[in-house]
Structure formats: C-alpha cells, structure tokens
C-alpha cells in the first residue's frame, strides 16, 4: 500500500521551532510535486507550501514566507517543512500531500496522496 506518514507535530513555544517531515512508502515508481497544508480548527484546509521534483521550485503561502522552508531528499521519498518564529496562528493539523507514481513495471498508476496529519500547537 503506498502512504504518506508524517511526524514531528507537537506543542512548540511561540517564537520557536519545529520540523515536520512527511515520508512515502510502497510501491512508488516516481514521485513529482509535495506539499504541506494545514486545517486549523474550525477552518478550511490551506495551503502552505510546495516544492516541485527537483527542489528547484518552491511556494510559500504569504503568511508562513520568510519563517518557513520546504525542502525534500528524494532518495528517502521524504519531504520537510522546518518552521521558525512560530507563532499561535499556526497551530493547525498539517497534511503532507504528494503527486505519485505507484506500481511496478505494466501496472503504474498516478496517485494524488494525503497524509493522516499532524497536530501543531503553538502555545505558552
């Protein structure tokens, strides 16, 4: 089964810092686009980053720019988000999202992959 898992939420100060990672598992052929959301209570999903394949190309949301990077290592199919000078509006349920290849040889599929989440609190 190909999955994205992600790790690395938690309660984190304002003012600090936290790094999320998200990595993909299964069968994968190939895997182009990622990304982080976030959904904070009682609030649509967002968007809050992408980078694309190479790591050349990357977008922030206006509210997240100049706190947080995106990157991503594709031998270990994973991608990060590491946020500084957080602050209490972040706090959310951030979802990793990626664009896939699933499948061997004669059977691959494109997959739109999401993550289960994970909780951010940024609190005192």
């Known amino acids: 089964q190909v999955q994205l898992v992600e790790s690395g939420g938690g309660l984190v100060q304002p003012g600090g810092s936290l790094r999320l990672s998200c990595a993909a598992s299964?069968?994968?052929?190939?895997?182009?686009?990622m990304g982080w959301y976030r959904q904070a209570p009682g609030k649509e999903r967002e968007f809050v980053a992408t980078?694309?394949?190479?790591?050349?190309?990357?977008n922030y949301a206006d509210s997240v720019k100049g706190r947080v990077t995106i990157s991503r290592d594709n031998a270990k199919n994973t991608v990060y988000l590491q946020m500084n000078a957080a602050k209490p509006e972040d706090t959310a349920v951030y979802y990793c999202?990626?664009?896939?290849?699933?499948?061997?040889?004669?059977?691959?599929?494109?997959?739109?992959?999401w993550g289960q989440g994970t909780l951010v609190i940024v609190s005192s």
């Open positions: 980078i694309s394949w190479s790591g050349g190309n990357t």
């Open positions: 999202h990626a664009s896939v290849v699933a499948g061997r040889a004669g059977t691959y599929r494109s997959l739109e992959l």
């Open positions: 299964g069968s994968i052929a190939g895997i182009g686009g």
